[in-house]
């Protein structure tokens, strides 16, 4: 359980008191952080005559997760009572499993308590802060209010990425990157958040920009020989959980980092529409079609 959600938790319990101090009379804030786990961990999301409704569901939440899961849960409508079942046929001895979605092992440890090695779901927490010191030049308001975050002292934003670059939280990263990278003119010509490449230029910069918070992140996280450590004996399962989530996102931002050198050559103002054309068709840029496309359109702008 993170640091949030306990803050989360407590308001909602002096909510509560506030409205029901009977209730607070019993049961302390212990109490109700106990609850608030259980039904988080252990609840089911059931559509109930049309309806999405959370229930708990009695050795249902015994059953382990795998994201190749054999079986899975609903409401029978028949019966009037929640239901495991099968996808496929099962082997004879072999253990049932649901997946509980595709979540991060950052999710998985925070709501259920474990983390998974491998898992292609993981992302990353990256920061991206706009430049210090133009505070008294006035740049560093221009630049917050290019955000569209009213508070010109907010100015370091916290992006949950994944390797995919047709996320939003990638999205919203790069734009931030593209206005901390942007140029006086080049914060003139932004009008959508730099939701959308300003020029080549612009965004080679921004994109080395991300780079640079993606070294810095991975500098925080340090460096740990996990396989090594995993293996030993004499870990506890949360510090083999919390080994296995660093060693994750470390993972994603080294392979993100990767991702972000393979798109510099697209971005390069020196090349020709010709050979842009023929390098953008490599496979490597296949699961990155959407950003690529910006580009292409960026490109053809500039030809006008």
Known sequence: ???????????????????????????????????????????????????DEAAMMPFADMVNHDFNNLASWRFEDNIRHGQIFCRRPITKGAPITITYGPKSNRVLLRTYGFAVQDNPFNTANLYIQLPDGEGPSGLLTRRVAKTGNPDTEFYRILHTVSLDTNDDDFKA????????????DQLDQITDYAASPISLKNEGDALRYMEYEIDAALYKIGETDDDTVLKSSTLSDNERNVLITKHGERDVLMKLSMVIESLLPLVDPSISMAEFTKRRYHSRYANHIAYIRKIVELRRTHLE
Do not use: H
């Open 1 to 51: 359980m993170s640091e949030t959600d306990i803050e989360i938790f407590k308001a909602d319990y002096d909510l509560i008191c506030e409205s029901l101090p009977e209730f607070c009379q019993v049961n302390s804030f212990d109490d109700y952080k106990w609850g608030r786990l259980a039904v988080r961990s252990r609840s089911f999301s059931l559509l109930v005559d049309g309806i």
């Open 173 to 184: 990263a790069i734009a931030l990157c593209r206005i901390a990278v942007a140029t006086p």
